[in-house]
């Protein structure tokens, strides 16, 4: 198990505080630290869902060159705001709205499929 240690000098002055294991700091500072308390857990890094343009469409399946062609003012703004991008991200405020505009032209699409799905490695920009 991990912990917090100060790294003591020989006077008894805190020379660094480091997250280790009891083995660690016995092996490489026998009798030269103290023990703070558990180590607090990692950070959780938040990875952005973003995907590539191309990739976003890709998720529409056999719905994606209709969706393309559709010659509706709505549709053909949409597909031209997101062609201007160089990403989308999925956890957009507006995105749901767009899907639905989707859903209201007559296209089959699962706008929580779409957006739920985990983010593949070969979907990032």
């Known amino acids: ?30 009798g030269r630290f103290g023990l703070l ?28 060159w209709a969706i393309l062609a559709d010659p509706s003012p709505a549709v053909q703004a949409l597909v031209k705001d997101c062609s201007v991008r160089g990403f989308i991200d999925l956890d957009r405020a507006d995105l749901p709205a767009a899907l639905a505009l989707l859903v209201q032209a007559g296209h089959a699409v699962d706008a929580d499929q779409i957006l739920g799905a985990p983010v593949q490695a070969g979907e990032r920009p």
Do not use: C
């Open 37 to 64: 308390g558990p180590a607090p857990d990692d950070p959780v890094v938040a990875v952005p869902r973003h995907v590539a343009v191309g990739s976003f469409f890709d998720r529409f399946g056999p719905a994606k």
């Open 1 to 30: 198990m991990r912990h917090l240690y100060n790294i003591l000098g020989a006077d008894g002055a805190i020379l660094n505080t480091v997250v280790a294991d009891d083995a660690f700091v016995t092996e490489h500072h026998a």
